[in-house]
């Protein structure tokens, strides 16, 4: 029986520094729990620019497509800020999730108890908090097209496309239903319905495959509401479906409600493959972070989580997922904190690779 195959792109900034740290995780797996990897590693962003030319080589996309999961850490920086649009860092990521055909972007926000306290939200809104955001990520204004910037009436004009078509929305919509069947069949799709025509085709089509699960309770929502209401009383959502462009606002908006962005992970998941399992990507929410790059102060929870939730969906492999979360947070409960999530109290942060030291102690204490 061959390992599952896992291909690292740690990027830029402080993505290879925590990336580090995922794969003493890895290591641990195999050591301890007889969970090895294929484990390969390559190049993406600006790192890969600074090689090739471009910000994703050819022969990494084809890895890509082989592989049974993408981790990938971080890409972009203040060095790549004046590259044409068409090599900039971040155009390696989209190609990404474009041509292994991602659509269906999991975005969890969690509140883990310990740190409450470091919402902009008051403790009792934000205490057990548990939501997961399915974003559509392959279609959207981020892709469609007429775009571009032109001149008419010798003026510049900006232009983006909204578009979407049923198909696009369906099946992102059953990947919304399939993870609500699996929490607490609770799912609320978001959309500009009012306004926007791609909005009334996608409450259409949402409702359409709500006859399919009829054991989820759906409710819809405009976007901007929905921006409302995640600061109002967040935990009055449990899934949330939305498309592209508002995934992106509000995916963000509750990642904050969590107190750090150093603490989120996300998952973007495809088609399923011959081996059944869905084409996958994992990565931290948070960016390259250059203004701390190289000095062990970056927080390697989210890219760890991410890892968590590869175990989750790509490997089959939940219990493990949970020991890991669980070592996490046990950690945070026993005060270990990175700079980013120091409180008033002060105190001395740990470095990036004394809270993988921490994390490693917590899973050996699990055994």
């Known amino acids: 029986m061959t390992n599952p195959s896992l291909l690292i792109l740690a990027g830029d900034g402080i993505g290879p520094e925590v990336m580090d740290q995922v794969k003493r995780i890895i290591t641990w797996y195999g050591d301890k729990r007889d969970l090895a990897f294929d484990v390969s590693e390559d190049l993406v962003g600006g790192a890969a620019y600074d090689k090739h030319g471009v910000p994703l080589h050819d022969d ?27 090599v900039k860092p971040e155009r390696g990521l989209l190609r990404l999730r474009k041509e292994m055909d991602l659509f269906a972007n999991l975005r969890p926000a969690q509140c883990f108890d310990a740190l409450a306290d470091f919402s902009s939200l008051k403790k009792e809104l934000v205490a057990g908090l548990d939501i997961m955001i399915v974003r559509e990520l392959t279609s959207g204004v981020y892709f469609g097209e007429p775009r571009g910037i032109h001149i008419e009436d010798n003026m510049r004009v900006g232009i983006n496309t909204q578009r979407y078509t049923e198909a696009e929305i369906e099946r992102g919509a059953r990947a919304a239903f399939e993870m609500a069947m699996k929490r607490n069949k609770k799912l609320c799709s978001m959309e500009k319905a009012n306004v926007m025509e791609s909005g009334i085709l996608w409450r259409d089509v949402v409702t359409e495959v709500h006859a399919d699960y009829p054991e989820v309770e759906l409710s819809h929502m405009y976007a901007d509401n ?16 939305t498309d592209n462009l508002f995934g992106d606002i509000l995916s963000d908006c509750a990642a904050m409600l969590t107190g750090s962005l150093g603490m989120l992970p996300s998952a973007s998941l495809g088609a399923p493959m011959a081996n059944g399992r869905p084409k996958a990507m994992y990565e931290p929410v948070h960016g390259s972070a250059p203004d701390i790059t190289g ?6 929870i989210a890219c760890i989580l991410s890892f968590a939730m590869a175990l989750r969906y790509s490997f089959d492999q939940g219990d493990e997922a949970a020991r890991l979360e669980a070592a996490i947070e046990k950690v945070l409960a026993d005060g270990a904190r990175t700079g980013d999530l120091m409180g008033p109290e002060g ?12 994390i490693l102690a917590a899973l050996d204490a699990s055994l």
């Open 226 to 241: 929905g921006a409302m209401q995640l600061v109002r009383a967040p935990k009055q959502f449990d899934v949330i479906y």
């Open 60 to 86: 990494t996309m084809a890895k890509a497509q082989a592989v049974d999961a993408v981790l990938l850490g971080a890409v972009g920086g203040p060095a790549y800020d004046d590259l044409d649009f068409s």
């Open 347 to 358: 105190g001395k942060p740990l470095s990036t690779t004394e809270m993988g030291d921490a």
């Open 295 to 300: 000095q062990s102060k970056a927080n390697p």
